[in-house]
């Protein structure tokens, strides 16, 4: 696997590869790789010439300092889980490169996603999330962009700048991979105590009986039950509410249109995210 620490000299390869009919794909990444990553990672080797995976932690995205400073770090193993994927090539850039001094943050229009859900419960992310995948497809062009489901409305943000952009490429979406208890596997997991990653598979448990119990009709009092069933494990619920795939909450169900159940709830001040297409 080549290393490419800088922007330039890994754009100036990749666009020779590209020139010779090469197919290349990418997967971005902040590292403290999991199986989740490494699903995408798989996909993307097989269905490029050439797999690319980047690895940096994004500052713009953070809406909390604490979050920031805390993220895992572990990215020797990253680079021997990487290499036995038998994957082409790494960015590992640092700030300096992703955001040089003549970098000017863009504010992209993402309508309602920008307000809703994550968007207005961590102000600012999708915008730096929106930064830095528009620098890294700058210095990865790519035919193939590998997102995970597992972050539902950033797959619709990316899509979006996607279009905004008219960056020429496709999007693949990955399913969520879980932990044995049903957690959705997370870097952010690893900050959790042993009895913090037991509770916090309950989300899970939570969406599956609400995928069981769901049936035409008024929903809230499935969504108050399952955010009472959170709260009484001590989760701090900040939402779960039941969306059509617009991300649009729906209150009366006709039983027929196309519906996910999406959850963000913080267990030991850990922020978790997950969600789950209902029918
Ligand atoms: P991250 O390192 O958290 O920024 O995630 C990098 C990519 O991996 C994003 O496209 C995520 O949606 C995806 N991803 C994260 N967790 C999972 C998971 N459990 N299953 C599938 N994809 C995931």
């Not at 590869?17 to 699903?39: C, Y």
């Not at 069933?229 to 001590?234: S, T, W």
């Amino acid at each position: 696997m080549l290393i490419f620490k800088e922007a330039e000299s890994l754009t100036t390869y990749l666009k020779k590869q590209s020139e010779q009919g090469k197919k290349i794909g990418f997967v971005p990444t902040m590292g403290a790789l999991h199986e989740g990553h490494l699903s995408l990672a798989r996909k993307c080797k097989i269905e490029n010439d050439l797999a690319v995976c980047s690895i940096f932690i994004n500052p713009l995205q953070f809406n909390n300092a604490q979050d920031f400073e805390k993220y895992p770090v572990t990215i020797e193993q990253d680079i021997r889980l990487l290499e036995a994927l038998s994957l082409d090539i790494l960015f590992l850039p640092d700030k300096s490169q992703i955001y040089p001094e003549s970098f000017e943050k863009i504010t992209y229009p993402l309508g309602h996603l920008d307000e809703i859900w994550e968007g207005q419960h961590r102000p600012g992310h999708f915008q730096g999330v929106c930064n830095v995948v528009r620098q890294l497809l700058l210095f990865v062009p790519c035919n193939n962009l590998y997102l995970g489901k597992k972050d539902y409305q950033q797959c619709m943000v990316i899509s979006k700048l996607v279009d905004f952009a008219k960056l020429n490429l496709k999007i693949s979406i990955g399913e969520t991979v879980r932990e044995k208890s049903g957690l959705a596997m997370s870097s952010r997991n690893l900050r959790l105590s042993a009895s913090g990653l037991e509770k916090a598979s309950l989300i899970f448990r939570c969406m599956c009986e609400i995928q069981e119990k769901i049936k035409p009709g008024a929903l809230g009092e499935l969504i108050q039950e399952a955010t009472s069933q959170l709260m009484n494990e001590g989760f701090e619920v900040e939402y779960l509410s039941i969306v059509n795939t617009q991300l649009l909450p729906v209150k009366d169900w006709d039983g027929k249109e196309k519906m996910v159940c999406i959850v963000a709830a913080s267990i030991e001040g850990i922020r978790l995210i997950d969600n789950m297409s209902l029918n």
